[in-house]
């Protein structure tokens, strides 16, 4: 996400009355929290959306709309801008893992509830404000600086703790636990003694893996197993109360 102080948002879904509802909670959020207006950006179908040129920060988008579905034009959103925050709403919860293997930012069902839209919005901003936070990756010969949603995953291997980013990969001079305390905040999870991941990259786990979209497995302990499952729901669908 770049750095403009206005975000772009789109709410997206064939019925006016829930686009409506939506834009106004939105705008209600920002202005109760004394916070600049997004501009919000309202489509009644996925094509019109998929086809505007607006660099979108958060996308509030219905999974059952004529045409193409919610899924594929999430799909499409991301191709565009991979650092776009989806949000899926819809009453139907079979399409959980379809939006799990998307990386959707946040689940919500249908009907719609206001303090829970509140705290997604909080937690999208939340996001976007950590985004483009610096880390700094130390190394025997240089000093590296990513954003952290650029770092995948990191593995110690022995006494070698490789740091795996979109820009490459990184011998750290820190141990793990070093980084389990810088990145614990920013959607990472230390499933194992040997492996953090970015539960952005995480597309399905089971009682002794997590998968990610890179292809890279990482182990998890039968001890981290339900703690990993409640941050990871935690992370893509946001708190329930």
């Known amino acids: 996400m770049d750095q403009r102080s206005k975000l772009n948002i789109a709410v997206c879904d064939d019925d006016i009355f829930v686009t409506e509802q939506l834009s106004e909670w939105i705008k209600e959020y920002f202005v109760s929290n004394h916070l600049e ?4 950006y309202e489509f009644d179908n996925g094509e019109n959306l998929i086809k505007s040129e607006v660099k979108y920060d958060f996308v509030f988008l219905d999974i059952v709309i004529p045409g193409m579905n919610g899924i594929n034009i999430g799909r499409r959103l991301l191709a565009q801008n991979e650092e776009c925050l989806i949000y899926i709403i819809t009453a139907y919860d079979s399409y959980l893992d379809a939006a799990m293997s998307l990386r959707v930012f946040r689940y919500i069902s249908k009907p719609l509830d206001k303090s829970r839209i509140y705290r997604n919005i909080q ?3 939340k996001i976007y404000t ?6 700094l990756i130390e190394t025997k010969n240089e000093n590296i600086i990513l954003r952290a949603p650029e770092i995948i995953y ?21 141990k793990m636990d070093y980084w389990e305390k810088t990145l614990n905040t920013r959607g990472f999870f230390r499933t194992h003694r040997s492996f953090i991941v970015n539960m952005e990259h995480v597309v399905r786990f089971d009682h002794s893996l997590v998968y990610l979209d890179t ?3 990482a182990y998890l302990t039968k001890r981290n197993y339900q703690n990993f499952k409640h941050a990871f729901m935690m992370y893509l669908e946001g708190a329930r109360t």
């Open 37 to 40: 207006e997004p501009n919000i």
């Open 123 to 125: 937690d999208g901003l």
């Open 130 to 135: 950590t985004s483009n936070t610096k880390i």
């Open 154 to 174: 990191l593995e110690a291997q022995g006494h070698t703790l490789f740091v795996n980013t979109s820009e490459g990969k990184y011998i750290s001079v820190r």
């Open 215 to 217: 292809g890279v497995t």
